[in-house]
């Protein structure tokens, strides 16, 4: 048995990198810089994630699919956007060996391939409002260091809404409710982030206003795992994206969009994954329950039995696996574990015998159960333990953010983990932060509550204002 062990999670770029492969969840082998490959056993998570996503957007968005080549002349039209990610494109230049008049995006991101069709679907206020989003590949050609499902030159994941609306107010309205279906994704996922309102200089190009969520990860920098942008009229103005309001009169619409990517799964990794593997929810592990045999003797009806419960729980829906296989019950329990299957039933002779069944948590709970009433058992353990695992994150998160009243404090607690430093919210202020403290000001809390008086940290004006800052992934 050759157990590859996993470097302790406190070495987290290691045991990160190492866990991709244990865990089969990634491939980095393939040769082109920034781009990976999906195992079989990642993909499947992959899909329960996206599934999630799926089941929180479809009642208000409508999924559609658009093409992936963007033709030059529409791309360069918007100039915010253009300098934003002019130098992340990649050019397709030539069809075979002939130049293409027009050269073609791979979209970075798809605005500019959406917008002139919005202009095309928008005719009236009855039109209004149009939601909708696609799950798709994009490219980047990112030119800091890249790192399997943070930073990757193809995004194979990624999920873009796109939203028109008769009104300002009502796109800001939007921009909340993705913000609500996010908080939700992510609670299901029990992994717990900051919203953050990013500063001028970091905000979407071609946005009003951008608001992200960010996670906290092991060593305390931080990940963004998903943004929502107030586009305003910026696009709609360029692409010509106008609509007759109900006086008859034609106005330009205005927009959001919003998107998450498989940094969702890399977050859901390294928040909840520990030394020996991945530790998965219930509502997106591919395997839910992996039953053990203890097979000693009665081998025959132990097996029986194991197989009965197998079917009676997948049956219930449940995604359910048996070990038949010849190791040892514990080289069994370390396969299953590294893969973060949330709950691990043991069932030997004796227990048989007794009418139970040991059920062991992913998070080392052990109980022994009655078999009648073996799946209430498991949904009682399963809700219980996404709970503990939200519970133990958030209290993870919150050790990792501190008020901070100087610079050389902020410097400190940026080194792993988020300082909260007043701040007067102007530009100047702000860049200085960054430069003097040498962390990103990730923004004012959004929907935060608490609101107490303050002084810049730069300036020393008095405000109720504050920065959250942090070294950023
Ligand atoms: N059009 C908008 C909304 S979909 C947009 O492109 N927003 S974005 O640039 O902020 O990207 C959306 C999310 O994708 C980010 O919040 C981040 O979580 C993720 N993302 C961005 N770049 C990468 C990358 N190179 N690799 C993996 N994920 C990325
Ligand atoms: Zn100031």
Redesign the pocket.
């Known amino acids: 048995m050759t157990e590859a062990k996993l470097p302790g999670k406190e070495n987290f770029s290691e045991w990160y990198h190492e866990l991709l492969k244990s865990g089969e969840i990634i491939d980095v082998r393939y040769p082109v810089k ?1 781009m990976c490959v999906w195992y079989p056993f990642g993909f499947a998570l992959r899909r329960n994630v996206y599934d999630l996503m799926r089941e929180l957007l479809d009642p208000d968005h409508q999924e559609t699919q658009f093409p992936l080549l963007i033709p030059e002349t529409e791309f360069m039209k918007e100039a915010e956007h253009i300098k934003g990610f002019e130098d992340e494109v990649y050019w397709v230049t030539h069809g075979g060996t002939s130049p293409l008049d027009i050269k073609l995006a791979l979209r ?4 500019t391939a959406i917008y002139p069709i919005f202009k095309l679907w928008v005719r009236s206020h009855a039109d209004l409002p149009l939601k909708i989003y696609q799950i798709v590949n ?1 490219f ?1 050609y ?1 030119t800091k260091h ?1 790192r399997p ?5 193809e ?1 194979t994941s ?5 939203t028109v609306h008769a009104s300002w107010e009502e796109a800001a309205e939007q921009v909340e409710a993705a913000l609500t279906i996010y908080a939700e994704f992510y609670r299901r996922l029990a992994i717990p982030f900051l919203f953050a309102r990013r500063p001028s200089w970091d905000k ?1 190009p071609g946005s009003d206003y ?1 608001i ?2 960010d996670t906290v990860m092991p060593d305390g920098r931080t ?7 107030l586009l305003g009229t910026n696009f709609a103005t360029t692409y010509g994206i106008t609509f007759e309001n109900e006086a008859g009169e034609q106005e330009f619409a205005n927009q959001t ?8 799964i890399a977050a859901l990794i390294s928040v909840h994954g520990d030394d020996r593997g991945l530790v998965l929810p219930w509502s997106v592990a591919p395997v839910q329950v992996v039953i053990v045999p203890i097979l000693f003797k009665d081998k025959e009806r132990t097996l029986e039995v194991s197989r009965e419960i197998k079917a009676k729980l997948a049956e219930a829906g449940t995604r359910v696996a048996i070990d038949e296989s010849d190791e040892r019950p514990g080289a069994k329990f370390y396969k299953w574990e590294m893969k973060g299957v949330p709950i691990r039933i043991e069932i030997g002779p004796r227990d048989i015998e007794k009418g139970v069944a040991v059920l062991a948590r992913r998070d080392g709970k052990k109980l022994t159960v009655p078999l009648d009433g073996l799946l209430s058992s498991i949904q009682a353990e399963a809700a219980d333990l996404t709970e503990a695992m939200l519970t133990k994150a958030q209290a993870f998160l919150a050790s990792k953010v501190k008020d901070c009243e100087t610079v050389e404090e902020a410097r400190e607690q940026t080194a792993a983990g988020v300082a909260r430093v007043g701040w007067c919210g102007s530009e100047e202020c702000g860049h200085w932060i960054e430069d003097e403290v040498g962390a990103a000001v990730l923004g004012e809390p959004w929907r935060s509550a608490e609101k107490h008086e303050r002084s810049c940290i730069v300036c020393g004006a008095k405000t109720e204002r504050c920065a959250l800052l942090a070294r950023q992934y």
Not at 149 to 153: D, N
């Open positions: 920034g970075p991101t798809s605005e994009t980047r990112e890249t499902l943070i930073r990757l030159r995004i990624f999920k873009e809404a796109h979407f951008s992200a969520l990940l963004q795992i998903g943004t929502a942008h969009c919003y998107g998450v990517s498989e940094r969702c």
